[in-house]
């Protein structure tokens, strides 16, 4: 009953609740649009009919995660303005300008072309289709690099200094380029564009357990594993260097992630915790599996670290983040995803060197399949644990070391945040079942392989009937 009328409390919970259902739809349309660019652009060069027919059958999930991104959006940005006020005057100078940023630049490229990318089929040159379609793709993916710009920021404020309590911009490059900036979005770049491929990858290989379309499906199935190979090993990367710039600027939110209570001093090997069960009250694990010396290699490539790692005992209570079991295990999840989807890349491209994914040999390679099935949304999974312990980790501080989440909330009575909550909680339960409605619809109807490409279509004709028609009586009239 306490959580009722604790305002913050309430306000954070609706914002993780927005949030993390928003964040569902986003990832699949950002990394689906540059699959849709590859197709099409294989079908231009090939003239192939099966890539376009795949052209038009992924657009189909792609406009409905779109829609449905927009509507669970919106939510998001009122909430600026209605739950956290304070925070909003606070840093609205930079904070609001990238966001505005994000609508004006990005999502307005977007929605521009992406109605000639859908209905301009057989209305513009295929050349003039395929470049709107590069244009939503680019549009999908500036807004990734605005929101991570912002958000970014928040984990590593930097280009202007805090006066009075509000954020003072001296150099708008230099927020923009914060330290967390660009490790941020590339992570985030390969992790929407993971996650759609191995969404693509699981439909194919169902349509493929079902006996349906086989030889249709093996071949999108094929050209998302083409491009896994580099971006999967490639995202371990990146998340890599991300895990080293927490080390370097957010030693605090590190400690968390590892539960880590005592600190390591500089030039002692760092154990690395495999499985731990956090004890927050009492500042210790209740039981550990640790592998000794193994986080200094993780981090830095070293028997032993030049700096300390700090433990959570190294700060107050109120200045380090609390819930350090679902940080923990959030980290590790995301980790095991990452490394999961790898490995199921790694299995496929043998296979297919092997000669095992051809339309004649595929459908029997039924384990795989069934790899790719299960795959397909732990990539959400690993998105939404990565978000929870970049934001769970960053608490208390909602700018870091700079503004407070406690002090940032709006001075609004608890009853009407629990009204909006319910509210967005109904509505994003009517949106979620009606996505896997319409859904489930467009994937048991299938890809329509009959449908004519836009250089074969009939060409649309003028509607000259009535003048025809005049024409056709003029000659019986006169004979009359």
């Known amino acids: 009953m306490e959580l009722l009328s604790n305002t913050v409390a309430l306000s954070r919970l609706q914002f993780a609740l927005t949030a993390i259902f928003h964040m569902l739809w986003p990832v699949l349309t950002t990394g689906m649009a540059i699959y849709l660019v590859i197709i099409e652009g294989l079908w231009l060069k090939t003239r192939n009919l099966d890539y376009y027919h795949h052209a038009r059958f992924w657009s189909k999930l792609y406009i409905l995660n779109f829609g449905i991104g927009v509507a669970s959006g919106l939510p998001m940005a009122f909430q600026f303005g209605l739950n956290w006020a304070p925070f909003s005057e606070a840093v609205g100078d930079f904070f609001g300008t990238v966001l505005g940023f994000e609508g004006t630049m990005a999502f307005m490229l977007e929605a521009s072309f992406l109605g000639i990318m859908l209905f301009g089929w057989e209305r513009v040159p295929p050349i003039v289709h395929w470049i709107s379609t590069i244009l939503v793709a680019f549009g999908a993916n500036l807004s990734t690099f605005w929101i991570l710009s912002a958000n970014s920021w928040l984990q590593t404020p930097a280009g202007g200094v805090f006066v009075n309590g509000k954020f003072v911009v001296q150099d708008y490059f230099q927020a923009i380029a914060n330290p967390f900036m660009v490790n941020s979005f590339l992570h985030m770049f390969f992790a929407t564009l993971e996650t759609s491929l191995f969404v693509i990858g699981g439909i194919s290989a169902w349509y493929v357990l079902q006996q349906r379309d086989v030889a249709f499906f093996s071949r999108s199935l094929k050209v998302v594993l083409a491009v896994a190979i580099a971006v999967a090993p490639l995202q371990i990367f990146i998340g890599h260097l991300s895990a080293e710039q927490v080390y370097h600027h957010q030693p605090a939110k590190l400690a968390a992630m590892e539960a880590q209570w005592e600190t390591v001093p500089a030039g002692q090997p760092a154990g690395w ?200 009586r003029r000659p019986a009239e006169t004979q009359q």
């Open 273 to 472: 915790s495999v499985l731990a069960l956090p004890n927050d009250r009492a500042e210790r694990n209740e039981w550990e599996i640790k592998i000794p010396g193994a986080l200094s290699y993780l981090l830095e490539v070293k028997p032993a670290l030049d700096t300390p790692v700090k433990g959570l005992k190294e700060w107050q209570p109120a200045n380090r983040p609390h819930m350090i079991g679902l940080i923990y295990y959030s980290f590790r999840i995301m980790v095991g995803i990452g490394l999961f989807l790898v490995g199921v890349m790694l299995a496929s491209a043998v296979q297919w060197l092997r000669g095992k994914l051809s339309p004649e040999a595929i459908a029997q390679q039924k384990w795989l399949m069934r790899g790719w099935v299960f795959a397909a949304p732990l990539g959400y999974i690993a998105v939404e644990t990565g978000w929870i312990v970049r934001c769970v980790g960053r608490q208390p501080w909602l700018v870091y070391n700079q503004l407070r989440t406690v002090d940032s909330a709006s001075h609004i009575p608890a009853g009407e945040v629990l009204f909006s909550l319910t509210g967005l909680t109904s509505m994003y339960i009517v949106f979620f079942v009606a996505v896997l409605y319409f859904g489930s619809r467009i994937i048991r109807k299938g890809p329509n392989l009959q449908l004519a490409a836009p250089h074969e279509a009939t060409e649309p004709k003028l509607n000259i009937e009535p003048a025809q028609h005049e024409r056709d």
